[in-house]
C-alpha cells in the first residue's frame, strides 16, 4: 500500500499545474492602459449623455437635481416642439435624399474610376492617380464659389439636386476603392476577360462583391459626410423645399427656444448617422483589418 502510495505522490508533485489554475496579477502597464482608456471614453461620451439625458427632461432639470435625471421627470415635449417649431419633417425628407445622391453618385464614380486606375494598362494613369490624392489636400471652402456660380447659371438653385450635384464625385471613395480594387488577382480580371466579360460585368460581379467592406466603408463615409454637411447646403437653399436637416437645426439654435428643445433636435440629427455606424460597424471593422494586414 505505501510502494504505491508513494509514486503517486510524488508524480502528483511533480506534475505541472494547468493555466487555468494558475493565478496572474494583472500588469501595471496593462492597467494603466485600461485607466487611460476608460478615462477617455467618459470624457468623449459625458457631454453625449448630457445631451441624450437633457432631450428627455424638462428644461433645467439637470441643473437642478444633478447628473442622474429623476424619472419621474423624463418626457417627450421637447421632441414635438423640436419638431414642429421649424418644421423639420421636411427638412428631414430632403436631408435623406442628399444623402441618397450624393451617396449613390459618389459609390458609382468612385468605382468606375477606381477600375479604371486599377486594371486597364493607359498611359497617365498614375499621374491621374496624383490627381486624385490632390484633390484630398484642397480645402471644400475653397472651391464653393464656383460651385455656386456654375448651380446658378444652370438654374438649380433652391433644388434637391443643386445640393448634391457638386458632391457626386470625392476623392476619398475613389482612393479607398482604389486601394480595394488593387488587392484583387489580376489573373481573376484576365481571366474574366478571356471568358468574353466586359469590363462593366466585372466589375459588377467579381471586383464589387469581393471588396464588399471597403465598398461599405465608403458608403457609410459618403452618408455621413452628406448628412453632416452645413456650409453649401445652407449658402444654395433657401426654401423648405431644399434645406436640409444641418441648417433647420441651425435655426432651431436662432429661435431663442429652451436648451432642452435644442438638444432634443440634436438628438433626432444624430440619431441616423449613429445607427448607421451601429448597423455597419462589422463591416467598417472587416474594411480596417483589411487595410492593416495589406
Not at 121 to 144: C, H, K, Q
Not at 152 to 174: D, E, K
Amino acid at each position: 500500500m505505501n510502494a504505491t502510495h508513494v509514486p503517486d505522490a510524488g508524480r502528483g508533485a511533480t506534475r505541472p499545474r494547468r493555466a487555468g489554475s494558475v493565478s496572474r496579477r494583472p500588469r501595471p502597464g496593462a492597467v494603466a492602459r485600461f485607466v487611460t482608456v476608460l478615462v477617455v471614453a467618459l470624457v468623449v461620451f459625458f457631454p453625449v449623455y448630457v445631451a441624450f439625458t437633457s432631450a428627455f427632461t424638462q428644461n433645467g432639470s439637470i441643473a437642478r437635481s444633478g447628473i442622474v435625471p429623476n424619472l419621474h421627470e423624463l418626457t417627450l415635449e421637447n421632441f414635438r416642439q423640436a419638431v414642429t417649431t421649424v418644421d423639420l419633417l421636411p427638412e428631414y425628407l430632403v436631408s435623406v435624399a442628399v444623402v441618397s445622391l450624393q451617396t449613390f453618385g459618389q459609390l458609382i464614380t468612385g468605382a468606375l474610376a477606381a477600375y479604371a486606375l486599377v486594371f486597364p494598362r493607359w498611359r497617365g494613369r498614375r499621374l491621374a492617380f496624383g490627381l486624385v490624392l490632390l484633390t484630398l489636400a484642397i480645402p471644400g471652402e475653397s472651391i464653393v464659389i464656383p460651385n455656386y456660380e456654375l448651380v446658378s447659371r444652370i438654374g438649380l438653385q433652391n433644388t434637391i439636386l443643386g445640393v448634391a450635384l457638386p458632391y457626386l464625385a470625392a476623392g476619398y471613395p475613389i482612393f479607398l476603392l482604389r486601394q480595394a480594387f488593387a488587392a484583387v488577382p489580376r489573373e481573376i480580371w484576365e481571366a474574366a476577360g478571356l471568358d468574353g466579360s466586359g469590363d462593366l460585368r466585372t466589375l459588377g460581379t467579381i471586383v464589387v462583391p469581393t471588396c464588399r467592406p471597403q465598398i461599405t466603408t465608403a458608403v457609410v463615409w459618403s452618408a455621413l459626410a452628406a448628412w453632416n454637411g452645413f456650409f453649401w447646403p445652407l449658402l444654395i437653399s433657401n426654401t423648405t423645399a431644399s434645406r436640409t436637416i444641418q441648417v433647420g437645426i441651425s435655426q432651431l439654435a436662432g429661435e431663442q427656444t429652451a436648451p432642452s428643445v435644442i438638444f432634443a433636435g440634436s438628438i433626432l440629427v444624430v440619431a441616423p448617422t449613429m445607427i448607421l455606424v451601429l448597423v455597419a460597424q462589422r463591416f467598417l471593422v472587416n474594411s480596417f483589418a483589411g487595410s492593416v494586414s495589406r
